[in-house]
């Protein structure tokens, strides 16, 4: 890989060269971010029709499987600045960890909240043990874990290790719980019944979908890197670059 | 290095007795609310007793944890261990095999008289002493890490629960299963034995990882 490409990727963990990238890029992936939603909820509210079946209730998917997609790609990458941290002990890994487990926990909650939402007018039940929700609720406990051990052992560097270590034994053993449950509800529902199993959808109802994945990634990007920012200028106040920053403002 | 801290860890548990009667205790008293709670009908008992054996015995173990690494971090014994010759996973596991020698292998031991509890015919119980067999151990693992982790914190094991119960879902469902499905032969045992052999490799590392943090706070 190119030698200078390279370099600055390293200078990215810097916690003053990410402030300064992340001023650059921040507004407009604000910017962007909202144009998306708004362009992903206009056309899955407005426009895409209603299905045959749900009528106008299985717009809540446009939340809703977002959501799902972004928490567990949140709590990957969540171990994976938890690995960055044990392996490499790049310091603003461990700041864009403890930033970003509340936003994953957030977003699991919601996809649990709309998942009942949306079950109650389809299936007739708040809450039923399948496989995708029985696995959506364990990973509300990991991320739940993560955040408990985090809040228990306070700020100091051991506390980012122990975090670290639990949130990569957990994305290890993410695969294992997940065909584990997978496998349980095989077996405990006759095959003929499936209950997310669903026709295909026309383009206009996932065309919208993927808009709002899109939406979602970057609003979930802005916020992360928002708050990084903000964790960054707490944990460095007392570096020459942060005074400088606050006096000139 | 390793032998002796075994041996040292059998010891202590042997010279103090109820330390490690108190979770087993746990386990036959709660295996009594059961029946108390569901009703006398033998047939759901029978049902549910390889569900409720197993989630009694993750319970026990999560109780079990605490002796294992808290006095040790107070009186400053596991900074010794972490510092000391050898690997810290070795002394890590050999903790971990006392532990289990003590908590798992009474459990394993008290099944039959937990199947006749629950009203399981004796052509159960090799089943459910053979899941626990294999299962238990990886219980004592997980549980170990989670000890690991939340020793050196203010309310640790009010934590621990949380930490740990999802890591210890697929044992559960594997080996509730590999009791319940007499059709599909030995198969979940094997995969029960996989999932022995991948903790036994994997988790002593991230015990001796968390114990190295805990001990530099």
Request: hydrophobic share 60%; glycine share 6%.
């Amino acid at each position: 890989m190119n030698i200078r490409l390279w370099n600055w990727i390293h200078k990215l963990g810097s916690a003053k060269h990410f402030y300064r990238f992340s001023s650059l890029i921040l507004p407009g992936l604000w910017v962007v971010s909202v144009l998306i939603l708004s362009l992903g909820l206009y056309a899955g509210l407005m426009l895409a029709p209603a299905d045959y079946q749900q009528g106008d209730s299985f717009r809540i998917m446009y939340i809703h499987v977002p959501a799902a997609i972004l928490s567990q790609s949140s709590y990957v990458m969540m171990a994976s600045m938890g690995a960055l941290f044990l392996i490499w002990k790049i310091k603003l890994a461990d700041v864009a960890m403890r930033t970003v487990a509340p936003i994953g926990a957030a977003l699991t909650f919601v996809a649990l909240l709309t998942g009942a939402i949306w079950g109650k007018p389809t299936w007739g039940t708040w809450w039923v043990w399948d496989a995708r929700l029985t696995s959506t609720l364990i990973l509300m406990f990991l991320f739940l874990g993560v955040l408990a051990i985090r809040n228990a052992a306070g700020n100091g560097p051991a506390a980012g290790r122990m975090a670290a270590i639990l949130a990569v034994i957990g994305v290890i053993n993410l695969p294992i719980i997940k065909y584990s449950v997978d496998w349980w509800f095989t077996l405990h529902q006759p095959a003929s019944f499936s209950l997310t199993e669903r026709p295909a959808m026309p383009v206009e109802m996932w065309l919208p979908l993927v808009v709002m994945i899109l939406g979602f990634y970057s609003w979930f990007f802005a916020l992360w890197i928002l708050r990084i920012r903000t964790e960054v200028l707490v944990t460095e106040a007392n570096k020459d670059w942060v005074r400088q920053l606050v006096n000139q403002r | 290095m390793f032998i002796n801290v075994l041996n040292r860890e059998l010891r202590i548990a042997a010279r103090s007795p109820g330390e490690w009667l108190q979770p087993l205790c746990f386990l036959l008293i709660v295996m009594t609310l059961f029946p108390l709670g569901i009703g006398p009908s033998p047939g759901l008992l029978a049902t549910l007793a390889p569900a409720l054996i197993w989630i009694t015995a993750l319970m026990a173990v999560l109780l079990s944890v605490d002796r294992l690494f808290r006095d040790d971090f107070e009186d400053g014994t596991l900074e010794q261990l972490v510092l000391s010759s050898g690997p810290v996973w070795l002394n890590s596991l050999a903790k971990v095999c006392a532990h289990w020698l003590f908590t798992g292998l009474p459990i394993v031991c008290l099944s039959p008289f937990l199947c006749i509890m629950m009203n399981l015919s004796s052509q159960w119980m090799p089943k459910v002493a053979l899941s626990l067999l294999l299962g238990t151990p990886i219980l004592s693992l997980l549980a170990a890490l989670g000890g690991a982790l939340t020793v050196g914190l203010r309310q640790g094991s009010a934590l621990l629960p949380v930490i740990i119960m999802p890591l210890m879902i697929p044992v559960l469902i594997l080996a509730t299963q590999a009791i319940a499905s007499p059709a599909s032969g030995d198969a979940y045992f094997l995969w029960l034995g996989a999932l022995l052999s991948f903790s036994l490799t994997f988790l002593p590392l991230a015990i001796a990882a968390s114990l190295k943090v805990a001990v530099s706070r």
